[in-house]
Nanobody, 117 residues
Framework: VQLQASGGGSVQPGGSLRLSCAAS????????MGWHRQGPGNQRKLVAVINSGGITNYGDSVKGRFTISRDNVKNTVYLQMNSLNPEDTAVYYC????????????WGQGTEVTVSS
């Protein structure tokens, strides 16, 4: 599975960005796709994930501001990020999991998001 992420960039506090991640290759119909992020000096943390049935899970710091969605025909997951603040500055990594317990996974190359005035 190959993951191609796009949509990162620089934005002022309060602004919005939309990330996309397209999966290609051997795609399993049951999968979990989403985003994790790693800020400077921090560990990689969950941002949001969505399964092939549309069930979502968000990290506490982004609830109410970020929305994850997916297009199963395009095998693409989207992350709409609103009300961005400097603490959202990080490299965002797309993630794809499959298997009975989602025990297999792939990572994208990461896309950088910078929130600064």
């Amino acid at each position: 599975v190959q993951l191609q992420a796009s949509g990162g960039g620089s934005v002022q506090p309060g602004g919005s960005l939309r990330l996309s991640c397209a999966a290609s290759g051997r795609i399993f119909s049951t999968n979990l796709m989403g985003w994790h992020r790693q800020g400077p000096g921090n560990q990689r943390k969950l941002v949001a994930v969505i399964n092939s049935g549309g069930i979502t899970n968000y990290g506490d710091s982004v609830k109410g501001r970020f929305t994850i969605s997916r297009d199963n025909v395009k095998n693409t997951v989207y992350l709409q990020m609103n009300s961005l603040n400097p603490e959202d500055t990080a490299v965002y990594y797309c993630n794809y999991k499959y298997g009975y317990r989602y025990e297999y996974e792939y990572w994208g190359q990461g896309t950088e998001v910078t929130v600064s005035s």
